[in-house]
């Protein structure tokens, strides 16, 4: 458990509140350690001792590290000063350095953790702008492993890029999911049939891949020279690896851009 006083704008959000509710359950630091913003002052967290405020300057005044979960095109209006603080970002497309400048923060860490924090099985890339210390290192690496699990990049660019990879959480299994069962269904398989199909590949079926190794699983049945080499042939011959690659690179091309692209 830490000592230091967390504050999360936005902790009622989709986003903030789960890792607000996270924090709590994996006891990381006292509710009365946790203070959370939003507008209406009131919200059942408040129940469990945590600090419920409703100005973001008195939230960051009682704090040590702060949070900001909130939309990027509402960072403008925040109109925080946090001299002296440590600022975690969890907005895409806004560089650390214009976050420091805005909030005058001594050091500012951009994270992108995706959807799945709410079943706590998030990765979060994270990078650190400016000085912090060994103590605040590991308590961000142990906030983020509260949702799933975290490794910090040396890069800030390498954020933009995650954030069009893992940032995209479920997006990428939900569209092969969908994929698979649309195309099932146009060769005559009954649609429950080729949903659940789909859904045992991309959920269930992929659940190997926790203990074994995916290019090894490919190598293998591509040498069984079987149904799955011939389904697997197809797509490389399709360009699949390339089409993935482009994907990235638009998403990326976005989340460089930030609000510009909004």
């Known amino acids: 458990m830490i000592n230091e006083t967390l504050g999360i704008i936005g902790g009622t959000g989709w ?33 469990r001792g945590v600090c419920l405020v409703t100005d973001n300057q008195d939230l960051v005044n009682r ?4 949070i900001i979960a909130v939309r990027p095109e509402h960072f403008a209006s925040l109109n925080i000063n ?33 959807a799945a924090v709410e079943i706590e099985q998030s990765f979060t890339p994270w990078y650190c702008f400016g000085e912090i210390g060994a103590t605040t290192r590991s308590l961000v690496q142990r906030l983020f492993e509260c949702v ?19 940032g995209t959480g479920p997006a990428f299994p939900a569209l092969l999911m969908t994929a698979l069962a649309n195309q ?11 949903h659940l199909a789909a859904k045992n590949v991309v959920v269930n079926s992929s659940q190997l891949l926790v203990s074994r190794d995916a290019r090894q699983i490919i190598d293998n049945l591509v040498a069984y020279r079987g149904v799955t080499a011939a389904a697997l042939q197809a797509m490389t011959q399709g360009h699949f690896e390339e089409q993935i690659g482009r994907a990235l690179q638009e998403g990326a091309a976005v989340a460089r851009k930030g609000l510009q692209a909004r």
């Open 15 to 47: 986003l903030g509140g789960a890792i607000a509710k996270a924090v709590l359950a994996k006891v990381l630091l006292p509710a009365g350690n946790l203070v959370i913003s939003n507008r209406s002052g009131s919200h059942p967290l408040a129940q």
């Open 63 to 66: 704090s040590d590290i702060v």
């Open 82 to 114: 946090a001299t002296g603080k440590t600022i975690i970002s969890l907005m895409a497309g806004i560089t650390a350095q214009a976050i420091a400048g805005q909030t005058s923060a001594s050091a500012v860490v951009r994270a992108m953790p995706n």
């Open 148 to 166: 799933g699990t975290a490794a910090e990049v040396q890069q800030e660019d390498f954020i933009d890029y995650l954030s069009a990879l893992s």
């Open 184 to 194: 099932a269904i146009v060769a005559g398989i009954p649609a429950e049939i080729a």
